[in-house]
């Protein structure tokens, strides 16, 4: 299929990939005329072709129906892929509308189709269907990925929103729309009570993930930010298992009559299943952690114990009544912890970014099949039920929102302020849950089915589409009144300076407010948890096993790298510095402004960033080994001179700056595998052998890295994956070619390949001969000023 | 050099009062009693009235702060020192945080006691909206006010606390601020041109007064301010 080449014309991708589809309903639709009458002759078609002899053997036959639905869901997932890729292609289209958007319309347009063509929807989604394949996936993600601190730090108020808060709004809107249709004129006099808390539940069931993107955008505060998340969470849960006992209640309603003792049993069951869910989560956490203690000979099932264990104890909560989901985001939030500590680095990523996947097309399909539905004459409009879902569910969201949160300011060391709680309140949108709810209600005991569906649509499409699109500018104007005016760079580096400073003085108060209870945790988590969960030969250190996952090793060498190349040339430039013209002019300060903008550390955040359809490369990981590296090297550093850092001493003032670059390019061009510059200087450090090793040339690449790696595995350097500001080394010889190199000059570039004592005088000749052929060689007298003192003579130009 | 302004915390009795008292009671638990030392039957409520009012946190932010003092404090010493801050996590892989931590223990001390900690704690409590007119004039300035806030940001810079950013003080700000794919020129032409921008008098160097005139226009209440420190 020639599909990538169109990658670029989204329109037209679209239109092939929608007559790709076509032709296979088409096909489908053909196989089954033409077929119908040797219908059976197929069915059996592997056993027809040794018991009947008498049938001749086709050369070319067409057997549609028995891949059509793993077909059509594969291009289904497909056509939404590429509709993503399409979609993220114009840049400034994710920040207009959510990911969602684009899902529905999808779906819509595919639904257009089929419906248009007069097919039957391909039966994708009934009740076991969705709560046994799709919705796992979509809740473990969501557990997984949970900032675990900010969650914890903020549970009271979490627990006290999602839970009260799904609760008033499933009967606050059922019982006014049981109201509504008491009204004769409305025709909808039909509708019970039961009825309508059981719409009120599902349509309850808010999905303010879409939001979350917006908000990490906009900056808003932390407690903000897990309020939504956490409704995200436990919302769902809340909801299915409210809609699964009034189904309950629905089911006996048909043969008797609900009695007072039936309520309350509901109401106890409600707190049982929630409780029950949760506490099977934990103990399968706890096991799923607890084995992949055993797994570092055999890691590629890592990934497989992790997913295995989550969906075991969905599956065994489901199996006594429980909820699942609740199990299922528990499991995921108790074993994350102890598994990422155990698992490789690779298992890592790979749980990440299956997980990742896994829900990405759990939902897409939930959503395709919305737009797919959407179209078609499953509908019933009643204009009456239809506005009034809408208008109760934006009042009962503002009432629940306001009202909770009243209380809950009481108790908090510092309150939502109103603005917080607007936010709160527009972010309530639907999607997937409240529609494979209502798509899931039984025909049997809702005779009007149609219309709760036709409502849910309307309310998902009026939230996704309207408020979706309109929070992003709501959230910028009630958050920070931006001012267009330029700010100095005076002030650009100040304003930094604080956040920083802000940020750190935070962390030193920290942000917990019950530290007896945390503190009890931590105490138990060591003397017991840790020790059972995870593997014995793990770091003690504090900061080595936080950054464990960071590859120091690989980075400080590069940063060594910088040092000794800089220490060379800082002195001239003192000079230099004194000639320069003093007068800058205006771009050259706007570009000044640029470069410190961009390249300034940002403030941490303790919220990763979180996007549900992606993966985003931390920078901020990157960052965090970044300073981590440099800073260890300054301590080196004023070791090594033989004096400990000095109070006002400021660490990090040695001069590590390395890696050139001109004004015009602040960024990165690209990686350059080939040219790898490693030397070791730092002859005092007793772990690391001194050992220089200098790469330039391309084809010996290869052997040179067996070598080095054989030789020197501390040197071990995974060339291809470098981080991408590690590597400018094309960059920079570019520039010398250019003749616009100015300070390169003076660094030792990767264009010897050996230093060593014994051959030092052969260099200068050896160098132009010997371009395509590497060596390595190890220095193992550990002489410093050796290095530094040659490092002019090495260089070419 | 003791900044002016700053108000000597070891001089007001109640605070020394609290000191001893602390170290009583700190034995006390470790003698397995597990009596908070702020308790207020053993510590006298104007002892921590007079610490309240000093900083002018509430109590409950002051009790609060004083569980987070002694969580950082590892090893039960009653004080902290510099490791201690260091175990950080967050704190190590913010670009400023060795800065941060000195901040914490000004003129070389070693130590950092509770009435320290609070003091540097108190210079990001939010700014109160009542009118500052209505202050008594006797009293020093607060230590959330927007120029000890100011105050506290240069110090971050300066130095060697001689009033002054040099060039080269604004240049070591820059390298840890910066990421290594700036090159070094850039960076000086840059600490360059913030000392020229900031300069009034010509001296090559950003006084205090050229620092807040600089940064006239920031809201620095709001961006210095803590939410959780009331």
């Not at chain 1, 100040?494 to 750190?504: N, Q, V």
Request: with cysteine; charged share 25%.
């Amino acid at each position: 299929m020639g599909f990538p080449m169109f990658v670029p014309f989204s329109p037209w991708k679209w239109l092939l990939l929608l007559v790709a589809l076509e032709c296979s309903e088409a096909s489908s639709d053909l196989n089954e005329s033409t077929n119908s009458t040797a219908q059976h002759e197929t069915n059996v078609r592997f056993a027809a072709a040794s018991s009947e002899p008498d049938e001749k053997i086709s050369v070319f036959a067409l057997d549609y129906d028995y891949v059509q639905i793993p077909y059509e869901v594969t291009l289904w997932i497909l056509l939404a892929s590429l509709a993503k890729i399409g979609f993220h292609l114009y840049h400034r289209l994710p920040g207009l509308m959510p990911e969602s958007c684009l899902l529905i319309i999808v779906g819509a347009l595919v639904g257009a189709i089929i419906f248009g063509t007069d097919h039957k929807s391909p039966p994708v989604m009934d009740s076991s269907i969705y709560f046994l394949y799709l919705l796992p996936p979509i809740v473990l993600e969501g557990g997984y990925f949970m900032p675990t601190r900010p969650f914890f730090e903020n549970i009271g108020s979490i627990l006290w929103w999602a839970g009260l808060g799904a609760l008033i709004n499933a009967f606050g809107i059922g019982l006014s729309l049981y109201l509504i249709c008491q009204i004769k004129a409305f025709g909808l006099s039909d509708v019970n009570l039961l009825q309508n808390l059981l719409f009120g539940s599902l349509i309850s069931a808010v999905d303010p993930v879409a939001v979350l993107a917006v908000f990490e955008e906009a900056r808003v505060n932390e407690p903000l930010y897990m309020m939504i998340f956490g409704e995200a969470l436990l919302n769902d849960g809340i909801s299915v298992v409210l809609y699964n006992i009034l189904i309950a209640f629905t089911k006996m309603h048909k043969f008797e009559d609900i009695e007072p003792v039936d309520i309350l049993a509901g109401c106890a069951r409600f707190v049982i299943v929630g409780v029950g869910g949760v506490f099977f989560g934990v103990i399968f956490g706890f096991i799923s952690a607890f084995i992949t203690r055993f797994t570092q000979n055999i890691s590629a099932i890592e990934p497989l114990i992790v997913f295995m264990f989550s969906y075991l104890s969905y599956l065994a909560a489901e199996t006594l009544y429980l909820s699942g989901i609740l199990a299922i985001t528990a499991c995921a939030v108790t074993m994350k912890k102890y598994v990422e500590e155990n698992v490789s680095q690779t298992s890592y990523t790979t749980i990440k970014y299956f997980m990742k996947m896994l829900s990405s097309v759990s939902e897409t399909l939930i959503f395709i099949f919305m737009g797919v539905s959407t179209i078609g004459k499953n509908h019933e409009w009643n204009w009456a039920f239809i506005c009034f879902t809408l208008v109760f569910c934006q009042i009962w969201r503002a009432i629940s929102v306001f009202a909770l949160f009243y209380v809950s300011n009481q108790f908090r060391t510092f309150p939502f302020s109103i603005k917080d709680q607007c936010i709160i309140f527009y972010s309530g949108v639907r999607g997937a849950g409240s529609f494979s709810l209502a798509f899931l209600l039984p025909l049997s005991l809702f005779p009007r089915k149609k219309m709760f569906v036709t409502a849910t649509l309307v309310v998902i499409y009026f939230t996704v589409f309207i408020q979706g699109i309109t929070i992003g500018p709501l959230v910028r104007y009630l958050d920070v009144k931006k001012t267009n005016k330029k700010e100095s760079i005076n002030e650009e580096l100040h304003i930094r300076l604080m956040d920083h400073l802000k940020a750190g003085i935070e962390d030193v108060c920290g942000q917990w407010s019950h530290y007896q209870v945390r503190d009890k945790f931590k105490k138990f988590d060591h003397r017991y948890l840790r020790k059972v969960l995870i593997r014995k030969n793990q770091p003690k250190s504090s900061i080595v096993s936080l950054y464990k996952k960071l590859e120091m090793k690989q980075a400080i060498e590069m940063v060594e790298t910088g040092i000794l190349s800089t220490t060379a040339f800082s002195i001239p430039h003192q000079a230099q510095r004194i000639h320069r013209i003093k007068r800058l002019s205006p771009e050259d300060v706007e570009s000044m402004r640029d470069i410190l903008t961009r390249n300034m550390y940002q403030v941490r955040q303790r919220t990763l960033s979180y996007n549900k359809y992606n993966l985003k490369p931390q920078t901020s990981e990157k960052q965090a080994k970044e300073i981590l590296i440099r800073r260890q090297n300054t301590l080196r550093e004023s070791m090594r001179k033989g004096h400990s850092l000095p109070w006002g001493k400021p660490a990090g003032t040695k001069n590590i700056r390395y890696l050139s670059f001109p004004y015009g390019r602040p960024e990165p061009a690209g990686r350059d595998p080939w040219v790898a510059e490693l030397p070791d200087n730092d002859s005092s450090d007793s772990e690391l052998p001194s050992i220089m090793f200098k790469a330039h040339s391309r084809t010996g690449i290869l052997q040179e890295r067996r070598l080095t790696q054989e030789i020197i595995p501390m040197k071990s350097l995974p060339r291809g994956g470098q981080p991408s500001h590690f590597s400018y080394q094309r960059n920079t010889s570019q520039e010398e070619h250019d003749g616009r190199g100015r300070r390169e000059v003076l660094r030792p570039k990767p264009l010897f390949h050996v230093v060593d004592e014994e051959f030092e005088s052969e260099e200068e000749s050896e160098e132009e001969a010997s371009a395509s052929r590497s060596r390595w060689s190890g220095d193992h007298r550990p002489n410093r000023q050796h290095h530094r003192a040659h490092s002019p003579l090495l260089q070419r130009k | 050099m003791v900044l002016e302004g700053w108000p000597e915390v070891q001089g007001i009795p109640g605070w020394n009062f609290h000191q001893r008292h602390h170290r009583v009671h700190k034995d006390v638990d470790q003698a397995g009693r597990g009596l908070c030392p702020v308790d207020r039957l053993r510590c006298p409520n104007y002892t921590w009235d007079l610490g309240s009012r000093y900083s002018q946190l509430s109590q409950a932010s002051l009790l609060r702060l004083y569980h987070r003092f002694r969580a950082l404090d590892r090893n039960k010493k009653g004080y902290l020192s510099r490791v201690d801050l260091q175990q950080i996590g967050a704190l190590a892989v913010n670009p400023l945080g060795e800065r941060i931590i000195d901040s914490f223990f000004p003129d070389g001390n070693l130590r950092l006691d509770f009435p320290g900690f609070v003091r540097v704690l108190a210079h990001f409590r939010p700014v109160d909206d009542e009118d500052p007119g209505m202050r008594d004039p006797k009293e020093p300035e607060p230590l959330n006010s927007r120029m000890n806030k100011l105050r506290f940001a240069f110090q971050l810079y300066d130095l060697d606390r001689d009033g002054k950013i040099s060039r080269h003080e604004m240049l070591q700000v820059l390298r840890l601020m910066v990421g290594v794919q700036v090159t070094e020129e850039q960076l000086e032409s840059i600490a360059d041109r913030t000392v020229q921008e900031a300069d009034e008098d010509g001296d090559g160097a950003v006084s205090f007064l050229e620092f807040t005139k600089s940064l006239e226009k920031m809201d620095v209440e709001q961006k210095m301010s803590i939410r959780i420190l009331k």
